[in-house]
């Protein structure tokens, strides 16, 4: 069973630019989250989307949205960036019901110059 | 505000070994409490979680010590193997709430020395 791809893997960009994030899911899966991975603050949860719906948002500005399509596939966009938004971004998919196990996949590693 | 604190921040133990890594939580509502392991150039995998009607969980080499009373949990791995060499989080939920969202601690990186 295939796991959990994000794409692009590796992206450049530079201030003020957008970008936007790909995670096609586990098969089955129809609950995806997302989470921003830095050295300094750790591992911070972005949003979930479960059946093309938004069910939780972390505490993040509003330049950081996201979108799931009918086939379970999200993606993310950051908008207006900024040096700070440098991070891994990481993909986890799950069936969907709550407390059930997260599967991540390796992430998009995102720099802003 | 970090409502998980994980501790310590790096690690190293001698193969054979015990590993100890330490979380405290603040949040009352957290009622999931999973470990998820991380190489690097990967995403974190789940290792083992517990839920706090227990206090004690074994998988194989990996084992979660919960004390719900001083909000506090563990994880111990026995007989360490250099191939454990990972970062190690921690991390909370509150399902009961139904959260989806994982809090997760700040990381403890693991070496263990041949």
């Known amino acids: 069973k295939a796991g959990v791809t994000q794409t692009p893997r590796y992206l450049i960009k530079t201030r003020g630019q957008q970008v936007t994030l790909s995670c096609s899911p586990i098969s089955g899966h129809r609950s995806v989250s997302w989470y921003q991975q830095t050295p300094g603050q750790g591992l911070q949860f972005l949003f979930e989307?479960?059946?093309?719906?938004?069910?939780n948002k972390g505490n993040f500005p509003g330049r950081f949205s996201g979108r799931q399509f009918s086939n379970s596939r999200s993606e993310m966009n950051v908008s207006t960036l900024e040096l700070g938004d440098s991070a891994l971004y990481l993909c986890?998919?799950?069936?969907?019901?709550?407390?059930?196990?997260?599967?991540f996949g390796p992430g998009t590693r995102l720099t802003v110059l | 505000q970090q409502q998980v604190k994980q501790s310590p921040q790096s690690l190293i133990v001698q193969k054979g070994g015990i590993s100890i890594i330490n979380c405290a939580y603040e949040?009352?509502?957290?009622?999931?409490f999973p470990w998820y392991q991380q190489f690097p150039g990967k995403g974190p995998a789940l290792l083992i979680a517990?839920?706090?009607?227990?206090s004690e969980k074994k998988e194989g080499r990996f084992t979660i010590s919960f004390n719900k009373s001083a909000k506090q949990f563990s994880l111990h791995i026995m007989d360490s193997q250099p191939g454990d060499s990972a970062t190690y989080f921690c991390a909370a939920s509150s399902t009961g709430a139904g959260s989806y969202q994982l809090t997760f601690g700040k990381g403890t990186k693991l070496s263990v020395i041949p």
């Open positions: 517990i839920r706090p009607d227990v």
């Open positions: 949040n009352t509502a957290f009622d999931y």
């Open positions: 989307y479960f059946s093309e719906t938004q069910r």
């Open positions: 986890a998919s799950s069936f969907g019901q709550v407390g059930g196990t997260q599967y």
